[in-house]
């Protein structure tokens, strides 16, 4: 799996997580079936919302090429907000053909983040 991180503002800064940290700290969490209705991140601009991020065809389409490469059979991880810490690829797949649920594992609380005050760019890839 590529290198990427969940990204969220915090009172120091952007924080980030390593998403194969997040993997390995939820691989015991139980899995659960949620409803899309509850995945909030589908009425934002989840993958546009960092500065110089544009939806732009080709950034779309490589966004559906991720969707299309991606596997439903993994679960999503949830933050202890409900918020989508990995697996945004899977949830806009998963509404895309038509499901009303998605797997997902969900932090009691939240692990603490790997860098904060790093832009996206500044973190290795």
Same mark, same amino acid.
């Given at each position: %799996?590529? @290198?990427? =991180?969940?990204? @969220?503002? /915090?009172?120091?800064?952007?924080? !980030? $997580?390593? #998403? ?5 700290? +939820? @691989?015991?969490?139980? #899995? ?5 209705? &509850?995945? @909030?991140?589908?009425?934002?601009? =989840? $993958? ?5 991020? !544009?939806?732009?065809?080709? +950034?779309? !389409?490589?966004?559906?090429?991720? %969707?299309? !490469? ?9 933050? +202890?907000? /409900? /918020?989508?810490?990995? /697996?945004?690829?899977? #949830? +806009? ?16 609380? &939240?692990?603490?983040?790997? =860098? ?8 290795? =890839?």
């Amino acid at each position: %799996m590529r @290198r990427q =991180y969940h990204f @969220r503002p /915090g009172p120091d800064g952007l924080r !980030a $997580w390593d #998403v194969h940290r997040l993997i390995r700290l +939820a @691989r015991h969490l139980p #899995v659960t079936q949620v409803p899309l209705t &509850d995945i @909030r991140e589908l009425d934002e601009p =989840y $993958w546009f919302s960092h500065e110089g991020d !544009a939806p732009t065809p080709r +950034a779309i !389409a490589l966004h559906v090429q991720l %969707m299309d !490469a991606c596997d439903l059979r993994w679960p999503i991880i949830l933050s +202890a907000d /409900g /918020g989508v810490m990995d /697996g945004m690829h899977r #949830v +806009a797949q998963a509404l895309r053909l038509g499901h009303t649920h998605i797997s997902a594992q969900r932090f009691a609380t &939240d692990p603490a983040p790997d =860098y904060v005050g790093m832009g996206p760019q500044e973190l290795p =890839y």
